[in-house]
T-cell receptor, first 111, second 113 residues
Framework: KQEVTQIPAALSVPEGENLVLNCSFT??????LQWFRQDPGKGLTSLLL?????REQTSGRLNASLDKSSGRSTLYIAASQPGDSATYLC??????????FGAGTILRVKS | GAGVSQTPSNKVTEKGKYVELRCDPI?????LYWYRQSLGQGPEFLIY????????DSGLPNDRFFAVRPEGSVSTLKIQRTERGDSAVYLC???????????FGSGTRLTVV
């Protein structure tokens, strides 16, 4: 059974700091991995999608890497801003079409 | 539509009542998914539709839960004899199909009192 773990569970940083969120998964036979952002009381916003054949994806200040063999992904956020405060969720997709999510990292960027 | 639309955004119901939650996916997306998110947890898979048929309903917790997508577009998640443990945010997502990313709706917050 696929399990996804996200570390840390919560993170508080000052504005401007670069930070890394970690995601690990137990079954490396994944189809793709997706990072989402969730604001309080809201749905999920897709940030980055990495196919299993890819090593990383970048969008603006965000960079996500994937090491399938070791079962790890990292989300790097450069020059963090208060508006980045949210819960960040990692999800992996194996065969079929269901995503398996981690519990998320709650990020707070202090101004 | 421009995004995935879910209605209602909030629903409070009494224990034992029947509820229906609606999802209107992005136009042209053939795949539709329902997830449930409890407080402090990531979403958990409930059911997946490809077109009109439920391709995978392995995440439905018991036979009180049922979902339909009769015309391959809008889907309704139906919960009978609601229990307090059903309280959660129910999220709907759609995609073009395997390999493409998901787009999620804002969810329906269900509270059973």
């Amino acid at each position: 059974k696929q399990e996804v773990t996200q570390i840390p569970a919560a993170l508080s940083v000052p504005e401007g700091e670069n930070l890394v969120l970690n995601c690990s998964f137990t079954d490396s036979a994944i189809y793709n991995l997706q990072w989402f952002r969730q604001d309080p009381g809201k749905g999920l916003t897709s940030l980055l999608l990495i196919q299993s054949s890819q090593r990383e994806q970048t969008s603006g200040r965000l960079n996500a890497s994937l090491d399938k063999s070791s079962g790890r992904s990292t989300l790097y956020i450069a020059a963090s801003q208060p508006g980045d405060s949210a819960t960040y969720l990692c999800a992996v997709r194996r065969d079929g079409n269901k995503l398996v999510f981690g519990a998320g990292t709650i990020l707070r960027v202090k101004s | 539509g421009a995004g995935v639309s879910q209605t209602p955004s909030n629903k409070v119901t009494e224990k034992g009542k029947y509820v229906e939650l609606r999802c209107d996916p992005i136009s042209g997306h053939t795949a539709l998914y329902w997830y449930r998110q409890s407080l402090g947890q990531g979403p958990e898979f409930l059911i997946y539709f490809q077109g009109t048929g439920a391709a995978d309903d392995s995440g439905l917790p018991n036979d009180r839960f049922f979902a339909v997508r009769p015309e391959g577009s809008v889907s309704t998640l139906k919960i009978q004899r609601t229990e307090r443990g059903d309280s959660a945010v129910y999220l709907c997502a759609s995609s073009y199909g395997q390999g493409s990313g998901y787009t999620f709706g804002s969810g329906t917050r269900l509270t059973v009192v």
